[in-house]
C-alpha cells in the first residue's frame, strides 16, 4: 500500500527570478513521516508541489514506489493531498467530496459508498455526509479533506501545512488525530509546515529547508541535539549561539574561548570539527547563586525573569555574553533581577556548529 | 547547478505543452481572437483606410466635415449633449450609489432591483415611454394643463431637453453601478475614523469620502461620456431636427444619401474622439474600472490609483485654497448640519425620487397597454385588452421575436464559447501583455456601435456575408462577446485554482475538472454571463440595420419602424411582453442573490453557537 519516495537532485527555477529549489535530496521510507518544516520562502512548498505534479522540475528526479513520476500528471501519480485551505469542492456534500477520487476512477457505485463511509468513519463525520463544505467548521472541513485524501488508499499522503487556519486547540487535537490516521493506515506522509511543534510532535524524521535548500533531515531529537548548523539551531527550538575558538590549555585539554574572553571545555566530538560557532540549549544551562561555585563556565547577572509555569526564563548578561536560561521550577523561589548567578553545563551537552 | 546535471529526458506531450505554459496559456483565446481580428480590427482598419482613400491619402471628406457648418455643428452639438448627460447622469446618480453602497446586502439588492428592470429593458422601449410622457397628449403637458400652468401643450418632445432626459435615463443607471463598484470597496471605517478624530460630516465627506469615490466618478463619467456620443436611437425618436448627433449623421450619409467617404470620416472622427478620452481617462483611472473589472486590491481601495492628473490638481488646490475650503465646509455643515439624521431621510428621499424617474417610464408603458383608445395618450381613456388580442393575431410580430431569439440564441453560443475561454486565458496567462489583451477584448462594447456596425456592413459587403444569417450573427456575437468576458474574468479570477489541483491530484484529467469542477462552481456566472450576451443581441438595433438585408425582421427592427410609422399602443403591449420578461429575469436573480446572503446569515448564526 504504502510507496518510498526518493526526491534526487531535484531543482526548481522559476523564470528571471531565481531557483526555489536547489539541489534536493531526500529518501521516505514506507510509512514514515517525514515533515518539511522551514520558514515561508524555503520552498518547502515548491517541493511539495513537484511531488504532487503541479509544477515540473527543472532538473532531477522524483521516484514513488521506484518508478519516475516527473513525467506523469498529477492525476496519473496516485497521490493524496490535504491543502492548507482545504480545497473542498464548495458545490459537492461531504459525501460527493469523499467519493470524488473513487467516482473519477470509475469505480462502483455501490464501492464507492462503503470507501466514503469508511473514510468518513476513519475522521469521526459519518453524521456530516450530506452536508455542504461551507455548513462545517474549519475542523470538520479539514477532516473531510483528510478522508478524501485516504479515501483510495493513495500510495502517498501529502500535506500543505493543514494545521494553519485552525486555532490552537484545535491543532492539539488535530495533531493526534492524524498521527491515529497515518498509524492506522500505515502511510506515507510528506507534510509541509513552518510549527516547529508540529514537526516534533508528528514526524519520524523532519528535513528543515533553508532558501530552497535542504539543511537537514533528521528524526526531531537529533535535529534538536545535533543541529547541522545555527540555522536549525535557531529554527527548531530556543537556542544560545556565540562564536568560539578552539584553544589548547595548559595541561592540553581542548577549550573553548568565547567572544567574551572565557574558556570552557570542548565538546568531546571537537576533534574534527573545525569550530566557529558554539551552541547550547537554554535548559541545558544549570543556573546556581552567587560566585559560591567554584569552576562555573560563566559567570553573570539577571537581567530579566519570565515566569513561565512550567519553568522560568532568565536573560542574563554574562559579562558582555548575552543567555537565555530556561530554569525548571521545582518549589525554589525564583532569582531576582540583578541577582549574581554562576552559569554551567556539561561539555557534550553543548554543539560545535560547523558554519 | 552546472549543465550536465540538468539532464535532458524524454517528455511527455503533456509535459512539453506545459513547458511553454506561456504560449498554450493563450490558446483557449483563439476564438476570441479570431472574432476580435476578424470582424472587429479588421473591419475598422478597413473604414479607416478608406476614410482617406487609402494610398491616395485624399482627405477631403475631412474637411468638408471641419470646415462645413453643417456637419460641424452636428459635431459639436453631440459633444454638447453628452457633456449635459454625463453631468446630470453622475450629479444625480452619485447620491444614489452613495446610498446604495452604505445600504446592508439586503436593502441593496431591493433598491438596485429598481434600477435593474428599467436598466434591462430595451433602449427602444424606454424611448418610446418617453415619448409618451413628453408628446402632446403626455403625462407631463396633460398634468401642466390640468394644473393650470399652461393652456396648451409645450413642446417638450423633439428638443435638446427631451433627447437629455432620455438619455440620462439610460445612462444614468450604468454610471451609478460603475460608481457603486467602486464605493462598495471603500472601507467606511475611515469615515468613522475621521469623524473620531474631529473632522465635521461635511468635512469627513469632502477630505476623506469624496476623494476615494472620485475614481469611480471618473470611470462612471467616462464611460457616459463615450456611450453618450455614440447615441443613435434617443436623439433620432426624441430630438428634433436640430439634435442630430453625429450617429445619425454617418447613418443618413451611408443609408440614405450614399455618401460614403464622408461616412467613414465622419465615423473615423467618432472613433478617435472616443480614443482620445479613453487615453486621457487611462491618465487618471485603470480603464478596466469602467466595468468594474479592475483587481480589487486588498487595503488600499481605490487609492492604489495616484492618478497623474489627480494629483497636480490636488496639489494646485491644497496650497491656496485650503482657508476657504475650510470656511466653505462649515457654512455647508451649519446649513445642513439639521438636515443631516441618523436616518438619512434626505438621501433616500433623493434616491426614491430617482427610481421613481427610473422606473416610471416602464411602468406608464405598462399601463398604456391596457388602453382603450387607438391613439397615444395618457392616462388612458379606459380599460381594454384589444392591444394584447391584436399581438396574439399578429403574425409579424410573432417572426420577430422568433428571429430574434435564434440569432439571439446563436449569438449567446458563440459568445459564451469565445468569451469564456478567452476569460481564462487572458486571467490565468502568465504573459505579460494581457491586460492590454484584456482592454482590447472589451473594445468592440467602447467604441461607438455605429461605427461597428458601418465597418461590419462594408466589411461583411466585401466578403459577401451581408445580408446572410452567419453574418448577423456574428454582428451580434462581437458586441455581446465583451460582456462574457468582463463577467467571466471576474468570475475566473476569483476562482480558487487550489480546487483544480485537489480534483487534478486525486485522480480527475483536465476534461473531468473541466466537467465537475470549475463549470459547476462558475456556473452562477455563466448564467449571468448568457443573459447579459442574450439582452444584448436582443437589444441590438443598429448593427442589425446594418446586417439584416433581406432577413427576418428582429424585434427591435420591427419596434423601429413601428415607432416611426405607426405609433399606437400595441408597441406598449409588445414592449409590457418583454418588460415582463425582463422583470421575471431580474425577479429571480435578485431572489437567489437574497437567498444566497439570507443562507449565509443563517450559517454564521450556526457557527456561533457551535463554536
Known amino acids: 500500500m504504502s510507496t518510498s519516495l526518493v526526491l534526487r537532485n531535484v531543482s526548481k527555477v522559476y523564470g528571471r527570478d531565481g531557483r526555489a529549489v536547489s539541489d534536493f535530496s531526500l529518501d521516505v521510507a514506507p510509512g514514515e513521516f517525514v515533515t518539511l518544516l522551514g520558514p515561508s520562502g524555503s520552498g518547502k512548498t515548491t517541493v511539495l508541489k513537484m511531488i504532487a505534479g503541479f509544477e515540473t522540475p527543472t532538473a532531477g528526479e522524483i521516484e514513488l514506489g521506484g518508478e519516475s513520476v516527473v513525467t506523469l500528471p498529477p492525476y496519473r501519480r496516485g497521490i493524496g493531498m490535504v491543502f492548507q485551505n482545504y480545497a473542498l469542492f464548495p458545490h459537492m456534500t461531504v459525501f460527493e467530496n469523499v467519493a470524488f477520487p473513487l467516482s473519477v476512477r470509475d469505480v462502483d457505485r455501490r464501492e464507492i459508498a462503503v470507501k466514503a463511509r469508511e473514510a468518513l468513519a476513519l475522521v469521526h463525520l459519518e453524521e456530516f455526509a450530506d452536508r455542504y463544505p461551507t455548513q462545517l467548521s474549519g475542523g470538520q472541513q479539514q477532516r473531510v479533506a483528510l478522508a478524501r485524501a485516504v479515501v483510495f488508499r493513495p500510495r502517498i499522503l501529502l500535506m500543505d501545512e493543514p494545521l494553519g487556519a485552525l486555532d490552537r486547540n484545535l491543532r492539539e487535537r488535530m495533531k493526534t488525530e492524524i498521527k491515529r490516521i497515518q498509524r492506522e493506515l500505515r502511510m506515507t506522509v510528506v507534510y509541509v509546515t513552518h510549527d516547529q511543534d508540529e514537526a516534533l510532535t508528528l514526524s519520524d524524521r523532519i528535513a528543515v529547508m533553508r532558501d530552497g535548500r535542504l539543511v537537514q533531515a533528521a528524526p526531531g531529537p537529533e535535529l534538536y541535539n545535533r543541529p547541522a548548523d545555527s540555522f536549525v539551531a535557531r529554527f527548531v527550538g530556543e537556542s544560545n549561539i556565540f562564536d568560539c575558538e578552539v584553544v589548547a590549555d595548559g595541561a592540553g585539554a581542548r577549550m573553548l574561548r568565547l567572544p567574551n574572553g572565557a574558556l570552557v571545555a570542548a565538546p568531546s566530538a571537537a576533534g574534527e570539527v573545525v569550530a566557529h560557532r558554539l551552541m547550547i540549549r537554554p535548559e541545558r544551562i544549570s543556573i546556581l547563586r552567587g560566585e559560591e561555585v567554584s569552576g562555573a563556565a560563566l559567570s553573570g547577572r539577571i537581567r530579566e525573569a519570565v515566569f513561565l509555569g512550567e519553568t522560568t526564563r532568565y536573560e542574563i548578561d554574562a559579562e558582555g555574553l548575552s543567555l537565555t536560561v530556561k530554569d525548571q521550577n521545582r518549589g525554589a523561589a525564583p532569582f531576582p533581577v540583578g541577582a549574581h548567578v554562576a552559569l554551567t553545563w556539561r561539555p557534550d551537552d553543548a554543539v560545535l556548529l560547523s558554519d | ?611
Do not use: C
Open chain 2, 1 to 611: 547547478m552546472d549543465v550536465a546535471t540538468e539532464r535532458v529526458r524524454p517528455r511527455s506531450v503533456w509535459q512539453y505543452l506545459r513547458a511553454t505554459a506561456g504560449l498554450r496559456s493563450l490558446a483557449p483565446a483563439a476564438p476570441l481572437a479570431i472574432l476580435l481580428v476578424g470582424f472587429f480590427l479588421i473591419p475598422l482598419a478597413v473604414i479607416v483606410w478608406d476614410s482617406f482613400g487609402g494610398l491616395a491619402l485624399d482627405f477631403a471628406s475631412y474637411r468638408r466635415i471641419l470646415t462645413e457648418p453643417v456637419y460641424f455643428t452636428v459635431l459639436a452639438h453631440t459633444f454638447k449633449v453628452s457633456a449635459y448627460v454625463t453631468l446630470f447622469s453622475i450629479l444625480l446618480g452619485y447620491p444614489v450609489a452613495y446610498l446604495l453602497s452604505s445600504l446592508k446586502p439586503r436593502a441593496a439588492i431591493v433598491v438596485s432591483t429598481f434600477l435593474l428592470i428599467p436598466l434591462f429593458t430595451a433602449f427602444l422601449i424606454r424611448t418610446y415611454a418617453w415619448m409618451v410622457i413628453l408628446g402632446r397628449q403626455g403625462i407631463v403637458n396633460n398634468t401642466l394643463i390640468w394644473l393650470g400652468f399652461v393652456d396648451e401643450p409645450i413642446q417638450i418632445l423633439n428638443t435638446t431637453t427631451a433627447v437629455v432626459i432620455g438619455m440620462v435615463h439610460v445612462l444614468a443607471p450604468i454610471g451609478i453601478f460603475t460608481m457603486y463598484a467602486v464605493m462598495a470597496q471603500i472601507d467606511r471605517r475611515l469615515v468613522a475614523a475621521a469623524q473620531v478624530l474631529g473632522a465635521n460630516p461635511v468635512r469627513t465627506f469632502l477630505r476623506v469620502y469624496l476623494p476615494m469615490s472620485l475614481p469611480g466618478v471618473f470611470a462612471a463619467a467616462t464611460l457616459v461620456l463615450i456611450m453618450a456620443i455614440g447615441f443613435y436611437i434617443t436623439p433620432a425618436l426624441l430630438g428634433g431636427p436640430a439634435d442630430t448627433m453625429i450617429s445619425q449623421l454617418i447613418v443618413v450619409q451611408t443609408t440614405t444619401l450614399l455618401n460614403f467617404p464622408l461616412g467613414y470620416a465622419s465615423a473615423t472622427i467618432l472613433l478617435l474622439a472616443t480614443l482620445a478620452i479613453l487615453f486621457l481617462a487611462s491618465l487618471f483611472i485603470p480603464l478596466e474600472m469602467m466595468w468594474s473589472a479592475h483587481e480589487a486590491q486588498p487595503g488600499t481601495g481605490g487609492s492604489r490609483i495616484r492618478p497623474t492628473g489627480a494629483r497636480l490638481v490636488r496639489r494646485a488646490l491644497g496650497a491656496g485654497l485650503s482657508p476657504v475650503f475650510r470656511v466653505v465646509e462649515n457654512a455647508t455643515f451649519r446649513l445642513v448640519g439639521p438636515l443631516m439624521s441618523e436616518r438619512r431621510i434626505w438621501q433616500w428621499v433623493f434616491t426614491a425620487t430617482m427610481l421613481v424617474f427610473f422606473v416610471a417610464p416602464v411602468i406608464v408603458i405598462v399601463i398604456l397597454s391596457f388602453s382603450s383608445s387607438p391613439f397615444v395618450t395618457f392616462p388612458p381613456p379606459g380599460f381594454s385588452l384589444q392591444w394584447y388580442e391584436k399581438l396574439y393575431r399578429a403574425a409579424d410580430w410573432h417572426a420577430a421575436l422568433v428571429a430574434s431569439l435564434q440569432i439571439g440564441g446563436a449569438a449567446v453560443a458563440i459568445g459564451l464559447v469565445a468569451g469564456t475561454a478567452g476569460a481564462f486565458a487572458l486571467v490565468r496567462s502568465p504573459l505579460r501583455g494581457k491586460r492590454a489583451l484584456f482592454l482590447l477584448s472589451l473594445s468592440p462594447i467602447v467604441i461607438p456601435v455605429i461605427v461597428l456596425a458601418l465597418a461590419l456592413y462594408i466589411y461583411e459587403a466585401r466578403l459577401g456575408l451581408l445580408g446572410s444569417y452567419v453574418g448577423l450573427v456574428i454582428g451580434h456575437a462581437v458586441l455581446a462577446t465583451p460582456y462574457v468576458v468582463v463577467v467571466m474574468a471576474s468570475a475566473v479570477r476569483g476562482f480558487d485554482r487550489t480546487l483544480e489541483h485537489a480534483a487534478s491530484v486525486h485522480g480527475a484529467r483536465p476534461a473531468t475538472i473541466l466537467r465537475r469542477v470549475t463549470l459547476p462552481i462558475l456556473k452562477p456566472a455563466l448564467t449571468t454571463a448568457g443573459l447579459l450576451a442574450f439582452l444584448i443581441s436582443f437589444d441590438e438595433l443598429l448593427v442589425t440595420i446594418f446586417l439584416l438585408g433581406r432577413l427576418p425582421q428582429t424585434l427591435p427592427i420591427k419596434f423601429w419602424n413601428d415607432i416611426k410609422y405607426q405609433f399606437d399602443p400595441l408597441l406598449s403591449a409588445a414592449s409590457t411582453v418583454i418588460i415582463l420578461a425582463v422583470v421575471f429575469a431580474v425577479g429571480i436573480s435578485q431572489w437567489l442573490r437574497l437567498r444566497r446572503i439570507k443562507r449565509r446569515a443563517v450559517l454564521g448564526n450556526g457557527q456561533e453557537k457551535t463554536a
